[in-house]
């Protein structure tokens, strides 16, 4: 007898109703949610159960870099099924051996060792918590304007006011500035911001610090591209004072900006970095932290203290070798460089064409648009942690257009699957050139 997950001919609506009825969605005031029904997805689109189609922009959320539905992941996942469903992990399976084989063969450096995870707030924490064990230090400096996941201790690392309501969190978390600050001041010198850094590492006590964790590309603040020399300075900083760095490449990882990881633009090489969303593509939840291998020989006589039940899980290994297979195969990852440039000039004419536009940035299939409201102050088009009518306004258009554009505060994020077309691409931003007319009327 089969089981039925899900009644057939279900309309959006009644998904909806049911949706909002006896489940909680995250980060939202659950009487203003007005979630889109999805009954199907295919490539760079997704349908309602009405049969309206939608360009995902956004690869969900950041995570679906491949596409929807590729075949190749599809039948990856069925004969894991079939074949070993789940391992212990404290067993050997396949999967996880061959999938750790072809991680070190992607990551930068020596980084050649992995402990698979559930995804990225696990693996920050895990990172974390590895820094400590290493260094024997307990305090971990974070950037604001960040974020690294929902769990204790990763929304303490977080710096935005998502971290607000969970605070204090753990102890010895040390926020330091972000060398982007804001669209209306725009960045700080290189020099400065890292004698800033070096600062706080002094005030704090170097022998106190055990890493510094990062996004080398800072992702749902606004698509933060460091000017050149940042990384590399902020990677000679920790080596004088023997803080270990830690890359978060959760959302910037896996081809999203034109490189297997960001920090491959910059030829740094972290100790420690995380990953999740592309490394399946989402399909199934699986997030990592890499290790350089002389921190992994720490623990070659001393207890590992970490890990969960579904930890290298089988079905999860198995999508992340189909997924990292599919990167290879279709060139997604060139396609991400090749078509970021035509993401970049499609920004730059927004931003020529568009009194609203104050900023945008992007990185291979990575961007963001910045809008304000007065030329002069650059005041936002939304409040700090906040929306306005406007961004509402433009919330609403690009639904009836059928386009999924992710919107925070006054930015709109530019993140499409890898696998989009550059006729596609052209779709999406001729939607939101439109869109910006609505935008445009509120400039001052």
């Known amino acids: 007898m089969a089981i039925e997950t899900q009644a057939p001919g279900m309309t959006g609506e009644e998904i909806v109703a049911l949706s909002k009825a006896h489940t909680l969605y995250e980060w939202s005031v659950q009487a203003k949610v007005d979630p889109i029904p999805v009954a199907r997805a295919q490539g760079v689109y997704f349908w309602t159960p009405e049969g309206q189609r939608y360009l ?34 404290f067993m050997a399976t396949e999967p996880r051996a061959r999938l750790g084989a072809k991680l070190a063969e992607i990551c930068p450096g020596d980084i050649d060792v992995f402990f698979f995870t559930n995804g990225g707030a696990e693996s920050n924490e895990n990172a974390v918590k590895i820094a400590r064990f290493v260094t024997g230090r307990h305090k971990v400096l974070a950037r604001y304007r960040s974020y690294h996941g929902a769990t204790a201790g990763a929304m303490t690392l977080t710096g935005d006011p998502r971290r607000w309501m969970s ?27 890292l004698a800033s850094l070096e600062e706080v590492i002094q005030l704090e006590g ?3 610090i055990a890493a510094f964790i990062l996004e080398p590309v800072t992702g749902a603040n606004g698509v933060l591209v460091p000017p050149d020399g940042y990384l590399q300075g902020v990677r000679a900083i920790c080596d004088q004072y023997g803080i270990l760095l830690i890359a978060d490449e959760v959302m910037s990882g896996f081809g999203r900006t034109g490189k297997w990881f960001a920090v491959d633009h910059w030829k740094v090489v972290p100790d420690l970095i995380t990953m999740a969303k592309g490394l399946t593509s ?68 927004l931003a020529a064409r568009h009194p609203s536009v104050g900023d945008v940035r ?18 936002p088009l939304a409040p700090f ?34 696998s ?8 999406g931003f001729d939607v939101i050139d439109r869109a910006l007319a609505l ?3 509120a400039v001052l």
């Open 56 to 89: 995902d922009f956004n690869s969900q959320l950041m995570c679906v870099n491949i596409g929807h539905a590729d075949a190749r992941v599809v039948e990856a996942l069925h004969q894991q099924l079939a074949t070993l469903p789940y391992a212990s992990p």
């Open 362 to 379: 992007s990185i291979g299939l990575f961007g963001a648009i910045e809008l304000i409201r007065n030329r002069a102050t650059r005041e």
């Open 206 to 208: 170097p022998q106190t």
């Open 167 to 193: 605070e204090p969190g753990i102890p010895g978390v040390v926020h330091v500035s972000h060398p982007y600050h804001g669209v209306e001041r725009g960045w700080e010198p290189v020099e400065a911001s």
């Open 282 to 349: 989402a399909y199934v939840q699986l997030g990592a932290v890499g290790l350089r291998r002389g921190i992994a020989d720490h623990f070659k006589d001393r207890v590992f203290y970490a890990g969960l039940t579904y930890n290298s899980h089988t079905l999860a290994c198995a999508a992340g070798l189909a997924t990292i297979a599919v990167y290879e195969e279709d060139r997604l990852i060139d396609n991400a460089r090749v078509l970021g440039r035509v993401m970049a000039d499609r920004l730059a004419q």
């Open 385 to 418: 942690n906040a929306t306005s009518p406007e961004m509402a306004a433009l919330q609403a258009f690009f639904r009836r257009e059928g386009l999924y554009v992710f919107q925070r505060w006054n930015m709109l994020f530019t993140s499409p699957p890898l």
């Open 420 to 427: 989009i077309t550059e006729a596609q691409l052209h779709d």
């Open 439 to 441: 935008a445009d009327r």
